[in-house]
């Protein structure tokens, strides 16, 4: 075995505190090594053109480097290794500098230290073996899931780089939570006409397939390669036939409490979701029809003007789609206030969620604009509690970001929309990340009949009633920390949708504590998941606004733009795990413990097996494994143990 050494001084790194001339003699003195070099800065460009001129001249079967952290530079060294024609993984690092030079004072003990790491990677070196990266052929086609801001602007982003989209949305029109909101902070504008580029672009876009009232049924395979289950629910009206009319609406005799959150107002079995909403289609909500009680009623079917248009024999449908990768955009829901009985929801007619006076507010919600609901007159005077749910023990134990802007714009909104009333903001801490939340705060500082009150404790806020309909509000046991209001709005942070749990099973991605998709890294990873192929948009993954949103779905069509390129496959990094099929005793314990859900179970076979495409290499499953019947590739048993072995001689 013919082995090349090279040292890199490093600029004589920790002051010469390591004897080279010792080291070399020591090392040139084994006798698989073949040469030893002593190189002044390998990871500058004439030391990368000097190692590769003298591999390819002397050719050797194996390469030790002795420099800093392999983390920063053996991936350079690999490469220089394939441009020298050889085998990548056939070079062996050790890093003499953070963990020799600049941690060890004594001259002597760093130089023997040294010596054992160099002479420990050579044995090393000796039992590695060439390795190739795996191929992966890749659909270059994306499924979007969800079509709020981080969706559409996914989903706008790759059909513009001319991909082809699934976008996959369980409600019957487009634009998520915000499309329904009458202002959108911190700059105010109207929620709907910020959408509707986003909605009418990915509508009017030919390469994005919209897929309403459709949900993920089904999910296998990986990255390049998913094949999805996509259920759909039928909407009884032809929407390609369908002019928008509405002659439908009116005749309908079913009418029925409006099921969505936030909605105060009663709806007909088929009706639109809101005036404006895109696309411009209503639909038959069948558990509301009388024909689901066994009546007979084809009253809308009558007034349609395009016959054939309302059909009540729609049956749903399961569709396969085949993708690339997966782009989740689920959003969020608010936290259930119910869950805070003291502060009255549900049980005080004066106490609104902050969506329920955002839909008031709507010209196109429940009240057209008008503050109605359970309220019996405009009221005079307005509290706004933040944090009703968050940063608590129980409930939400995190920060929502968006709650105080959520408030500061619903204050001003109202203290404009009522001149006669007063509006209290009731507070435990100030969230206003940037410098337009600041300016919206500042404004309404500065609004004469809207003030500011600070409470400490979440456990003290509770509401009660008063004998003249009006709502008492505490946050504090003093006689100042209470108030008389016709009007409570509670703000409640956001919180993981109903859906992420049956959507993280069958992804197979992970979640956070709080049950948001956990992303790859805390700082640096926030577009993708632990899964290769599946990305992370949006609210899905942490609470944030509207611009943030749209931001995040164009990082996830970036990250899936470089996954997945048509007409190319993936070059998959080798160095993954394997099971040796003879030792596996089929106990489950690698299948629980990977973090990157790479490792199947065969039922028939009880064996375990992994899937190179998912696998990182992170040795998790080699640790865990009770019969040792799993090895990573490049780090096995005999690498890793002769290292140890000659480190400890």
């Known amino acids: 075995m013919r082995t090349a050494v090279f040292y890199c001084k490093c600029g004589e790194m920790g002051g010469g505190r390591i004897d080279l001339e010792r080291v070399a003699r020591t090392i040139v003195a084994l006798p698989e090594v073949a040469s030893f070099h002593a190189l002044e800065l390998t990871c500058s460009s004439a030391g990368v053109k000097a190692m590769r001129q003298l591999l390819v001249d002397e050719r050797p079967e194996r390469v030790v480097v002795a420099a800093s952290s392999p983390r920063e530079l053996e991936p350079k060294l690999r490469r220089v290794m394939a441009d020298a024609g050889l085998n990548p993984y056939l070079l062996a690092m050790t890093n003499v500098r953070e963990q020799v030079a600049w941690v060890t004072a004594d001259r002597e003990a760093a130089t023997d230290k040294a010596i054992a790491y160099v002479r420990a990677a050579v044995r090393r070196a000796e039992l590695q073996v060439p390795l190739r990266p795996l191929a992966v052929e890749t659909d270059p086609r994306v499924a979007v899931i969800g079509s709020g801001p981080a969706g559409l602007s996914a989903a706008l982003a790759l059909a513009g780089a001319g991909r082809d989209v699934v976008l996959v949305e369980?409600?019957?029109?487009?634009?998520?939570?915000?499309?329904?909101?009458?202002?959108?902070?911190?700059?105010?504008?109207?929620?709907?006409?910020?959408?509707?580029?986003?909605?009418?672009?990915?509508?009017?876009?030919?390469?994005?397939?919209?897929?309403?009232?459709?949900?993920?049924?089904?999910?296998?395979?990986?990255?390049?390669?998913?094949?999805?289950?996509?259920?759909?629910?039928?909407?009884?009206?032809?929407?390609?036939?369908c002019i928008g009319c509405g002659d439908c609406v009116p005749v309908c005799p079913a009418v029925a409490p409006d099921p969505r959150p936030g909605e105060l107002g009663t709806r007909r079995a088929i009706s639109f979701a809101f005036p404006g909403a895109m696309p411009n289609v209503p639909v038959l909500?069948?558990?509301?029809?009388?024909?689901?009680?066994?009546?007979?009623?084809?009253?809308?079917?009558?007034?349609?003007?395009?016959?054939?248009?309302?059909?009540?024999?729609?049956?749903?449908?399961?569709?396969?789609?085949?993708?690339?990768?997966?782009?989740?955009?689920?959003?969020?829901?608010?936290?259930?206030?119910?869950?805070?009985?003291?502060?009255?929801?549900?049980?005080?007619?004066?106490?609104?969620?902050?969506?329920?006076?955002?839909?008031?507010?709507?010209?196109?919600?429940?009240?057209?604009?008008?503050?109605?609901?359970?309220?019996?007159?405009?009221?005079?005077?307005?509290?706004?509690?933040?944090?009703?749910?968050?940063?608590?023990?129980?409930?939400?134990d995190y920060c929502s970001v968006i709650c105080c802007g959520v408030a500061l714009k619903l204050g001003l909104a109202l203290a404009e929309r009522l001149p006669e009333a007063t509006v209290t903001h009731v507070h435990r801490e100030l969230c206003l990340p940037g410098p337009e939340d600041w300016a919206l705060h500042e404004r309404a500082r500065a609004h004469a009949r809207v003030s500011f009150r600070r409470y400490e404790r979440p456990e003290a806020l509770a509401a009660s009633a008063r004998d003249d309909g009006t709502a008492e509000l505490a946050w504090g046991g003093r006689a100042t920390e209470r108030g008389a209001f016709d009007l409570v709005v509670l703000c409640p942070p956001l919180a993981p949708g109903p859906g992420h749990g049956e959507l993280a099973r069958l992804l197979d991605v992970g979640r956070d504590r709080h049950g948001f998709f956990a992303p790859l890294g805390p700082s640096t990873g926030h577009a993708t998941s632990r899964i290769r192929g599946v990305m992370l948009a949006g609210t899905c993954q942490a609470p944030m606004g509207v611009a943030t949103s749209v931001t995040h779905g164009a990082a996830a069509a970036g990250q899936a733009l470089a996954m997945a390129v048509p007409g190319r496959t993936i070059e998959v990094d080798p160095i993954v795990a394997s099971v040796d099929a003879r030792r596996c005793s089929g106990c489950h314990v690698c299948v629980g413990v990977c973090p990157y859900k790479a490792i199947a179970f065969d039922q028939t076979t009880a064996q375990a097996s992994v899937n190179p495409v998912l696998c990182t290499g992170c040795g998790t499953c080699v640790a865990a494994c009770p019969a040792a019947a799993i090895e990573g590739a490049h780090f096995t048993h005999a690498q890793l143990l002769s290292e140890i072995r000659e480190v400890l001689q």
């Not at 459709?214 to 998913?226: C, D, I, Q, T, V």
């Not at 009623?297 to 729609?314: F, K, N, S, W």
């Open 285 to 396: 909500d069948a558990q509301a029809c009388v024909r689901s009680r066994g009546e007979s009623c084809t009253l809308c079917q009558a007034a349609c003007p395009v016959p054939g248009t309302i059909r009540y024999d729609e049956a749903p449908a399961v569709l396969e789609r085949k993708v690339g990768a997966v782009v989740l955009a689920v959003g969020a829901s608010l936290y259930d206030v119910g869950r805070l009985p003291a502060l009255g929801w549900g049980r005080l007619p004066g106490v609104h969620t902050s969506l329920e006076v955002e839909r008031m507010l709507s010209p196109d919600g429940p009240t057209a604009g008008q503050l109605g609901g359970r309220l019996a007159a405009p009221p005079r005077r307005i509290a706004l509690v933040h944090c009703a749910g968050a940063m608590q023990a129980g409930h939400c």
């Open 170 to 241: 369980q409600g019957p029109v487009l634009g998520g939570a915000a499309v329904r909101l009458d202002k959108v902070h911190p700059g105010m504008e109207c929620g709907s006409c910020l959408m509707d580029p986003l909605v009418t672009g990915v509508l009017d876009s030919p390469r994005i397939e919209v897929l309403l009232l459709a949900r993920l049924a089904g999910a296998k395979g990986y990255l390049g390669n998913f094949e999805l289950s996509i259920a759909r629910r039928p909407r009884f009206v032809v929407a390609e036939t």
